[in-house]
């Protein structure tokens, strides 16, 4: 259950940073204080059990953001992977890792997150297309872990494009 729920807080770090995307178009914008929601079902995962009783769990996941922002940030395919870290107690621990964003019409844009098992902070890291010149940063809370290791994130920020 305790990897389940690593795996989802991995997730909605991802989700949080998915939101963020939501401010890059043909010309200059700046969004303040936007977010949405995200899904992500796992692809992959592999446990290390450390020596002083901790997990290492590396893993992927593929999720959507869907906002009411307008294109290219309305719907949104991500391929995520990161690195869960979980104390020995199965109850602590900190996520790290980076997600890929693919707009409907082929844009791409990326953002790498860092947080615990709740929630954490997302910065995105490049851009192309439609997502070009982006920049910008927020904060996601993981807000269900599904069994399986789905993930429902929320997340905000505020982001521009040149």
């Known amino acids: 259950m305790f990897m ?8 909605s770090l991802a989700g949080a940073i998915v939101g963020l995307w939501a401010c890059a178009g043909a010309q200059a914008e700046t969004f303040k204080d936007k977010g949405g929601r995200n899904v992500y079902v796992p692809v992959s995962a592999e446990n290390t059990k450390q020596e002083d009783g901790s997990t290492v769990e590396r893993s992927s996941s593929t999720g959507i ?13 991500q391929q995520c992977s990161n690195s ?7 109850k602590s621990g900190r996520v790290h890792g980076f997600c890929d964003i ?13 947080g615990d098992l709740a929630g954490g902070r997302w910065t995105f890291i490049d851009a192309a297309g439609a997502y070009a010149g982006l920049k910008g940063e ?17 997340w905000t920020g505020s982001w521009q494009t040149d």
């Open 138 to 154: 927020g904060t996601y809370k993981v807000k269900v872990a599904m069994p399986g290791g789905g993930l429902v994130t929320e």
């Open 102 to 114: 693919l707009s409907s019409k082929g844009d791409r844009a990326a953002f790498f997150y860092v």
């Open 4 to 11: 389940t729920t690593t795996r989802m807080a991995g997730l």
């Open 84 to 90: 869960v870290y979980i104390a020995a107690d199965g």
């Open 65 to 77: 953001a869907i906002t009411d922002l307008p294109f290219p940030f309305d719907f949104q395919k």
